[in-house]
């Protein structure tokens, strides 16, 4: 088949590879019903993290099950279904204790910008509907993977509540996600940090009541009026660069969470600037799994649309025009149709 | 009277000063019951910490209210109170949030190694009880002010849960009262890190139900022996060095909290390890006032004797050398008895 391949910063090509095939009695073979290019592969696009290459692409997936493993046995051929980009058995300590993300059989999902992908931990990884889901559900389903687990995951570790106040910094997919995850969990005010007006326009859709614009100490100045000079009780950072979390602390009322979703690049904390600022901290590859069923029954439900995330589609093909638009900014976030 | 002053590092003073009086309507006076020694006095009489001297020392006290200003409406004169080391109003909205140590109106206590001292914002820091207490609770009152509720909030920041394991590193006094919050608030499994033999016995006094005597990597990797490998969903850290920090982040389960109660001195995360870690953090100084009222009572109804973590009791003329045995680690907390 034709996969999704870097080859190096700025090099990604679709090009012929080995079909995949079950290398161990845990996997399972899907064929993808869509897929698409997360934030986090920018990281290596840009050259601003190291990554063996050529390397195979792609961890967000949903679609049929055409092949199993001798070993798994919930999952079956011809089901659709969704995993998380962190595969997981599901049955380890860490995993009943909801952070599959750090299962002690943990791998991190590849390959997944194909027509066909290999799933590891199938069991424990993939949640399968009910009936094949109508194709206008797809682009929602696949978010649920990443972009939308991972700002869930945010929000939670924010400690988002009902009638709370959140913040959210960054106007990216996740953050666009967490903003959704936040109106889902009841928040009252959602203060979102974005100077795109697409990306406003659709952080007030998820349900942003306020969008700040201006950053830095401006933005931080912007939401501590906001909040009567209190800050906000739960913020979200889905950046991971200094400036962002330093604007996620400066807004964060003591007491307050701040998840942190955004893998942080070049972050510090000084240990003691932390402890007086007495911010509750919760970062880290979100742990999808825990969430799954729950956020696919809010798409199946139409309660949520969180495919609207995805301002772009192109074929498969056209892959590294996606990549060339997400890095230029042209893109939010691009999805993939596979034939 | 004559009062604890320091003049610079290793040199501490009982030396003649003014009597306090009330500075401001908010103020009042008190007759301290007894007073004491912080471990957090030591880092500026050991030089690792800057202050401006001379300096009055001593920011835990319990007494009789002697004379309060014109605006004090709740406390009243022969009263016996009992104060956190954080004075705050208990009205803004970082105090309604259980944050009394951000108070928007903060101050840190000083010159309560002394007879007499002054409180500020005596409403909102100072709790009475219904009658004056025997003599014989002065020592378990006088530790509620700092050393427990510190203690009790690392329990609380570090999510303490009924039946929980719980991970104590720091085997000083504040450790020690998190070895005993974690016992009150139903853990399970109390693992105390600790090499001396007075201290691990008085852990196990306070709950402990294992005493891990290695550090480093050693101690570590006995910890997780112990959890099956999977480490403690609860850790308090009492030190604030970046020793202890590892300690505690070595043996923190994905998911798990870590309450961190020691000031931290060159003390940085890499903010990708924290992440990937996927540890919850809170630290800061604690929020004692919120627990006044309830580790009052706990102490008055004879659930808890924390005042047996005063292993040197001392007239307060010898201060000095309460702070040398401290230094020496020749006493875990000394206590300081007023006339």
Redesign the interface.
């Given at each position: 088949m034709y996969a999704t391949v870097m080859h190096g910063p700025g090099d990604v090509r679709y090009e012929r590879v080995e079909d995949p095939k079950i290398l161990k009695p845990t996997d399972a073979i899907i064929k993808l019903a869509a897929t698409c290019i997360c934030g986090s592969d920018l990281w290596s696009y840009r050259g601003l993290q190291k990554q063996d290459v050529p390397s195979h692409m792609g961890h967000e997936y949903c679609g049929v099950v055409v092949e199993v493993g001798s070993d798994v046995r919930t999952i079956k051929p011809g089901q659709f279904v969704v995993g998380s980009f962190c595969l997981s058995d599901n049955t380890c300590?860490?995993c009943q204790?909801?952070?599959q993300?750090?299962c002690q059989q943990r791998e991190f999902m590849t390959g997944a910008q194909a027509p066909y992908a290999r799933v590891p931990l199938a069991d424990g990884t993939l949640v399968a509907t009910q009936d094949i889901p109508d194709a206008s559900m797809i682009p929602h389903l696949l978010a649920v993977s990443d972009v939308l687990g991972t700002g869930w995951f945010g929000a939670v570790?924010a400690n988002v509540r009902e009638g709370g106040t959140v913040v959210v910094v960054g106007d990216g997919a996740v953050g666009l996600m967490g903003v959704m995850a936040a109106q889902q969990l009841g928040a009252g005010r959602i203060i979102a940090m974005s100077r795109h007006e697409s990306r406003a326009a659709l952080a007030r859709e998820f349900g942003a009541t306020d969008i700040v614009t201006e950053r830095g100490e401006d933005g931080i100045g912007r939401i501590m009026d906001l909040t009567?000079?209190?800050g906000a009780?739960s913020v979200i950072e889905a950046v991971?660069m200094e400036q962002s979390?330093q604007q996620a602390m400066g807004v964060c009322?003591?007491?307050g969470s701040i998840g942190?979703v955004g893998?942080?690049?070049?972050?510090?904390?000084?240990?003691?600037q932390?402890?007086?600022?007495?911010?509750?901290?919760?970062?880290?590859?979100a742990?999808v799994r825990r969430f799954l069923p729950d956020l696919m029954d809010r798409v199946l439900q139409g309660k949520i649309q969180p495919g609207k995330v995805f301002d772009q589609i192109l074929p498969i093909a056209e892959v590294a025009e996606g990549y060339k638009a997400m890095d230029e900014r042209r893109a939010i976030k691009t999805m993939l149709v596979v034939e």
């Open positions: 300590p860490h204790f909801g952070f993300s750090s570790a009567n000079g209190v009780e991971g979390m009322r003591p007491g942190y893998v942080p690049h070049g972050v510090t904390f000084d240990g003691q932390l402890f007086f600022k007495q911010q509750r901290m919760l970062g880290g590859p742990p």
